[in-house]
């Protein structure tokens, strides 16, 4: 808790020492929260690979211990597969022709389309995703085609009938 009040420079050693301690216990979701906190720091710092490296790690802590919501804050995309595919298809519902094309998105895409539509930057997705930003776009370009978009504001109404505009 301390580190997150502290300045950045001052933060990573006391996440260090934080991860230090922790690794000698028995409390391994807060090693895995200790973790993806010092991983942010770094990526803050500009140390992009060891963050990621650490954000991995974390996530990995947070999966042997069946912490399911951190390990969705810590890395997004590795989200279950079914909690996408339930949130597009509502059953007792007729399927209408946006939710079509909105299944017809892979799950990378819908993370991205998701997260442009709440507004994000296209480096503030790939942060999030831990994925370039020259991917976003990639995935963006793809998801226009497939949505018949034209711009990036029209995601939202596109997405609202499918009740995936709530997810991620």
């Keep these: 808790m301390l580190a997150r009040t502290d300045e950045l ?8 020492e934080a991860v230090e301690i922790l690794e000698g216990g028995d409390d391994r979701i807060q090693l895995a929260v200790a973790l993806g906190e010092l991983g942010r720091a770094y990526r803050a710092l500009g140390d992009f690979n060891r963050g990621r490296v650490l954000v991995r790690k974390a996530w990995h802590v947070a999966k042997t211990c069946g912490a399911d919501p951190l390990c969705r804050e810590l890395m997004p995309r ?15 519902q007729a399927t209408t022709e946006a939710q079509r094309d909105v299944e017809a998105l892979t799950e990378a895409e819908v993370r991205i389309a998701v997260l442009a539509a709440h507004g994000n930057t296209n480096r503030e997705i790939a942060s999030k995703l831990f994925v370039t930003v020259s991917t976003v776009e990639q995935h ?3 998801i226009y085609r497939k949505l018949n978009v034209k711009r990036r504001r029209d995601l939202p109404a596109k997405l ?3 009740s995936l505009t709530g997810t991620v």
């Excluded at 933060?11 to 260090?16: D, G």
């Excluded at 590795?78 to 007792?92: R, T, V």
């Design 9 to 16: 420079k001052r933060r990573v050693p006391r996440l260090k």
């Design 140 to 142: 963006l370009t793809r």
């Design 160 to 162: 609202s009938d499918s």
């Design 78 to 92: 590795h989200a279950d597969p079914g909690e996408l595919a339930a949130a597009a298809a509502q059953p007792g």
